[in-house]
């Protein structure tokens, strides 16, 4: 099992940025395709980015496409997100999510919140106009 912790949350006017970082503890050694997904007040968790396991292979939601950038570092079993153009809209509490991949599946990215195993706590991020 792994635990996943975020970092970098915090309050931000529009069209400005934050990173997010998440770090992994635990069974680290396993191999885990990463997301981020966020839960805006009164809404469903919504898919944000995730990257494989490799790094080599990311994907965007449509609303983040451009202004959002995602990363890992697997060496410091670490994962970001850096926001920037930032919109009220973005409003949300941001989730680190991991699944666990076989050694065979490096690319491999995962955009349906329901494939993830492991979630940290979650950081929120707040957009003012």
Known sequence: QVQLLESGGG???AGGSLR???VASG???SRYALGWIR??????????????????STYYADSVKG???????????TMYLQMNSLKP?????????AKSVPR????????RVVE?????QGTQVTVSS
């Not at 202004?67 to 079993?77: C, E, P, S, Y």
């Not at 065979?104 to 955009?111: A, F, G, L, R």
Request: contains cysteine; negative net charge; hydrophobic residues 35%.
């Open 27 to 29: 069974r680290t050694a």
């Open 11 to 13: 309050l931000v006017q």
């Open 104 to 111: 065979w599946n490096s690319d491999s990215v995962y955009t």
């Open 39 to 56: 839960r805006a007040p009164g809404k469903e968790r919504e898919f944000v980015a995730a990257i494989s396991w490799s790094g080599d």
């Open 20 to 22: 997010l970082s998440c």
């Open 67 to 77: 202004r959002f950038t995602i990363a890992r570092d697997n060496a410091k079993n």
């Open 116 to 120: 993830y195993d492991y979630w940290g």
């Open 89 to 97: 809209e973005d409003t949300a509490v941001y989730y680190c999510a």
